[in-house]
């Protein structure tokens, strides 16, 4: 596809506080009169949002990682056709929070599903459409999960400590894998002060 627009997405572990980030980013790029999409995955569209509500419900716990793995990319799947190619063909800005970097870091890196099989679904999942820059908030599991537990914990959030070392770690491998792309923003600090790393490190594109 030949896109117009400019595809962000913004990755970390569960409370390295990504989201408050993608607010800030949103307000910056509205304020250069760019029109901005603000999505989250999973969910965003109505189907989608369906498939979230099963993927987070600490009820389902007896889910296989194939079963967790496909429902991750059915939801992007949706959200790409519905909201993502559109907003992309009009020239807008998407703001993705997470997207097939978070399906490498938990259901490869954390869960233990192979490399090549999360490749192949996440290359269902993507109908093609990959971001032009990926933030990676670094935040070691131990401070993310403190500002994670304030809101509730779902169920990918209560697999604990070890879980989200190894996703740290997959998000590690990534940014060594593809540095242009993806960018490691220390997270450690106030809001302003991490908004200020992640302006910084969208200097040459936005
Ligand atoms: P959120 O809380 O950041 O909205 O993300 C929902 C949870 O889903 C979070 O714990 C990360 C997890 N997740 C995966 O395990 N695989 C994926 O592909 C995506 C997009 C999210």
């Given at each position: 596809m030949a896109s117009k627009g400019l595809f962000i997405t913004l990755e970390g572990v569960d409370g390295c506080g990504k989201s408050t980030q993608a607010d800030l980013l949103v307000d910056a790029l509205k304020a250069k009169s760019r029109e901005v999409v603000r999505l989250r995955d999973p969910g965003s569209t109505r189907l989608s949002e369906k498939i979230r509500l099963m993927l987070l419900?600490?009820?389902?716990?007896?889910?296989c990682d194939e079963c967790e793995l496909l429902l991750y990319e059915a939801a992007r799947a949706q959200m790409v056709r519905e909201a993502i190619q559109p907003a992309l063909e009009r020239g807008a800005v998407v703001v993705c929070d997470r997207y097939t970097d978070s399906t490498f870091a938990y259901?490869?890196?954390?869960?233990?599903?192979?490399s090549e099989l999360v490749q192949a679904a996440n290359g269902i999942g993507d109908c093609g459409v990959t971001p032009d820059v990926t933030l990676v908030f670094d935040l070691s599991p131990e401070e993310a999960l403190c500002r994670a537990t304030s809101e509730g914990t779902d169920r990918l959030e209560g697999e604990g400590m070890a879980f989200q070392r190894r996703v740290r770690e997959g998000y590690q491998q990534l940014a060594q894998k593809e540095p242009d792309r993806v960018r490691v923003i220390d997270?450690?600090?106030s809001i302003e002060v991490v908004r200020t790393r992640m302006m910084s490190a969208l200097s040459d594109v936005l």
């Open positions: 419900d600490p009820a389902n716990k007896d889910m259901q490869a890196g954390a869960r233990g599903l192979s997270a450690v600090g």
